[in-house]
């Protein structure tokens, strides 16, 4: 997953450094023991993204499957690229082809790099290790708990022999963390039929904990679509020892410094809203006034002040645009030929890219500058918060950790769930694993999750992925 779901609030953010335990249960069950198992597996199978090991891991899952009495027919291996495949099986229901559409259990086998000499010394990022509570290792929370928990969960329901009211489909990918077309975009393009699926739970959320204590549990429903713009002043140059006032870099500089004081107007949709009304359900009274107006009446210029404060928060309000990069001038001694400035968007899923890019020129206000072309890609509309899928997230959540809120979320960055959410599909994220944000360390050194987190996020999506296949409502 991405970077963006870095913490629920700015409470959960100041937790003090002292970690307290999770308790682990006493002894694991048969259930957990061999989800740990695949587990350890996976981590230890090093499929950061420039190695063979997503194929290696593909084929071990593949295995593990036909020795679990799977057919042959109904598991999938494949990929553009030999070091980059992809498994997926199918689990049969009782609805057949006109029953409804299946559930698909998406996640992806690949990491990102990690090196040893970058960890701890007694750590190997390969190397499954527990230790006071935590399982440490490349992969341990993204995306390796999930992707561990959907193989050991659809093993015990078919020993169990479940049989849910439509197909599930589990599929395992490559590419999420590196690259972009071996994976879940190119099982789309490719293998349509395969993975054709009336609902989608993926990574991308977790749950909260703050001081031990579980805070609220998170479903990612919509996510922002990336589009970088250039913005370019032309000049015909000269000496530098004769200076005129028309400079390239002062016209850039003049057009950035107004466009700094540029905000996008509040913008927001479905989940966005049901985010905000439910974070104000565990914020600071100033904060959750804030979110409860902004709600209301989207332009409450106070309201998005007091929200603007927080990163986190304004990237939820807003499309965002911001420079990232400059370059300008070719020599110390002559005037410049060219200035430019990468400007990085992040949009809402409802935004326009031509109209982003027309804010950008009306900010910069400058007819002499060039703003680059918007991007083509039209970011895909929220998914739905359909009662059918969120009742259970809910009822299971109250089930699991008490009454702690179910907050919808935006995610700033991107997964796997776009090409689904493209087609309509609705998709979420959502694990029922519990996390600390304030030591959330995916993609980083000596990345580790709570064991106890493990092993209720295995049960959690046990007891979900049962709950959409055996409602006739659910899509
Ligand atoms: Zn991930």
Redesign the pocket.
């Known amino acids: 997953?991405s970077a963006s779901l870095r913490r629920l609030s700015v409470a959960v953010c100041l937790v003090s450094a002292a970690m307290p335990l999770r308790a682990q249960p006493t002894s694991p069950s048969a259930n957990q023991r061999f989800a740990r198992e695949i587990y350890q597996e996976m981590i230890e199978t090093n499929s950061s993204t420039t190695t063979m090991g997503t194929t290696i891991l593909a084929q071990a899952m593949a295995k593990r499957f036909r020795e679990a009495g799977f057919p042959e027919s109904d598991i999938f291996m494949g990929g553009v690229r030999a070091d980059k495949h992809n498994v997926v099986l199918r689990y049969h229901g009782k609805g057949g082809a006109n029953g409804p559409k299946p559930l698909l259990l998406l996640a992806?086998l690949d990491v990102v790099e990690a090196l040893k000499s970058d960890w701890s010394p007694d750590l190997d990022p390969f190397k499954l290790t527990e230790r006071e509570g935590y399982f440490y290792g490349r992969g341990v929370s993204?995306?390796k708990a999930q992707a561990a928990a959907f193989v050991a969960n659809i093993i015990r329901l078919k020993q169990e022999g479940y049989v849910p009211d439509r197909d599930i489909i589990v599929a395992l990918t490559a590419d999420?963390?590196g690259g972009c077309c071996n994976g879940a975009r190119w099982l789309m393009a490719n293998h349509t039929a395969l993975v054709d699926a009336g609902v989608v739970i993926n990574?991308g959320a977790f749950g909260y904990l703050k001081n031990g204590k579980p805070q609220a549990n998170t479903v990612e429903a919509t996510q922002k679509v990336v589009a970088t713009f250039t913005v370019t002043a032309k000049n015909p140059g000269g000496h530098s020892s004769l200076p005129r006032p028309d400079n390239a870099i002062f016209q850039l500089a003049a057009g950035l410094a107004r466009f700094a004081q540029y905000a996008f107007p509040v913008e927001l949709n479905p989940v966005t809203r049901a985010y905000f009304e439910e974070t104000a359900k565990v914020e600071s009274p100033e904060i959750a006034t804030a979110m409860r107006a902004i709600v209301k009446h989207t332009n409450d210029a106070a309201a998005s002040a007091v929200l603007s404060r927080d990163p986190l928060y304004n990237s939820t309000l807003r499309t965002t645009c911001v420079p990232t990069m400059m370059k300008g001038g070719h020599a110390t001694n002559a005037l410049p030929q060219t200035a430019e400035v990468s400007v990085n968007c992040r949009m809402v899923p409802t935004a326009k890219p031509a109209d982003v890019r027309a804010a950008i020129v009306k900010a910069f206000a400058d007819t002499g500058l060039e703003v680059s072309a918007a991007s083509g890609r039209e970011p895909p509309a929220p998914s739905p918060l359909l009662p059918e899928v969120m009742g259970p997230i809910e009822s299971l959540t109250k089930e699991f950790w008490g009454n702690i809120p179910v907050i919808p979320v935006m995610q700033t960055g991107a997964?796997d769930a776009i090409p689904w959410r493209a087609l309509g599909v609705p998709s979420y994220g959502v694990s029922g694993i519990m996390v600390d944000m304030s030591d959330f360390r995916a993609h980083g050194r000596d990345e580790r999750l709570f064991v106890k987190s493990f092993y209720e996020g295995q049960e959690f999506l046990y007891r979900l992925t049962k709950a959409l296949t055996t409602a006739k409502t659910v899509p």
Do not use: G, L, V
């Open positions: 997953m992806h993204d995306d999420e963390e990574e997964t």
